[in-house]
């Protein structure tokens, strides 16, 4: 199973990129999806959750400004980002909960976008 992020880049204030993130592989079932983010000399943080029923959920960060969303025919997540701020550069890494067997689940993590947000 891989997990492969795009769309990270470089962008000013106030503009808006989004990440996409597709898993691959021997996959029986995905369950909740998201993105974690981790910038220079921080902890890793969660960003955006979304569960196989689309509860979604954020961190206070970055609500009213991200979106994340699913395509499950796609085994992809994305994540809509808006109004992006200098303090929003980061890696960020997309993950999944998926089931690999009819018994056996595992969280697997993508490789980590950079987005850099100019002032």
């Known amino acids: 199973v891989q997990l492969q992020a795009f769309g990270g880049g470089l962008v000013q204030a106030g503009g808006s990129l989004r990440l996409s993130c597709a898993a691959s592989g021997s996959i029986v079932g995905i369950n909740s999806m998201g993105w974690s983010r981790q910038a220079p000399g921080k902890e890793r943080e969660l960003v955006a959750h979304?569960?196989?029923?689309?509860?979604?959920t954020y961190s206070d960060s970055v609500k009213g400004r991200f979106t994340i969303s699913r395509d499950n025919a796609k085994n992809t997540v994305y994540l809509q980002m808006n109004s992006l701020k200098p303090e929003d550069t980061a890696v960020f890494f997309c993950?999944?909960?998926?089931?690999?067997?009819?018994?056996?689940?595992?969280?697997?993590w993508g490789q980590g976008t950079l987005v850099t947000v100019s002032s």
């Open positions: 979304i569960t196989s029923g689309d509860i979604t």
């Open positions: 993950y999944a909960e998926i089931r690999i067997t009819y018994f056996a689940w595992a969280y697997y």
